[in-house]
């Protein structure tokens, strides 16, 4: 399985940027996708994730400027982050799991897509 993720850039504060990931391989549609974040010097963090029934669960810092959202049909996911900050900007990873009625426990990680949010 491969995850792609594409769409990072640099933004002004308060611009909006697309990020995609495309799963490959033996994906299963009914993995939970989200997103993950890395600061410079700091832990990498929970974005948002949803699963495949649409079940959705976002970080409060994101919360009410991100949005989530996954074509089953095409293994995709997508992160709409609108009004971002400077403290947005960090390397965001693609990530997808079994889904938790899943005996199967397994994860998988994309490349990461760097997002700077200028001031």
């Known amino acids: 399985v491969q995850l792609q993720a594409s769409g990072g850039g640099l933004v002004q504060a308060g611009g909006s940027l697309r990020l995609s990931c495309a799963a490959s391989?033996?994906?299963?549609?009914?993995?939970?996708m989200g997103w993950y974040r890395q600061a410079p010097g700091k832990q990498r963090e929970l974005v948002s994730t949803i699963t495949s029934g649409g079940t959705i669960n976002y970080a409060d810092s994101v919360k009410g400027r991100f949005t989530i959202s996954r074509n089953n049909a095409r293994n995709t996911v997508f992160l709409q982050m609108d009004s971002l900050k400077p403290e947005d900007t960090a390397v965001y990873f693609c990530h997808a799991k079994s889904p938790r009625w899943s005996n199967a426990r397994y994860e998988y990680w994309g490349q990461g897509t760097q997002v700077t949010v200028s001031s």
């Open positions: 391989g033996s994906f299963f549609s009914s993995n939970t």
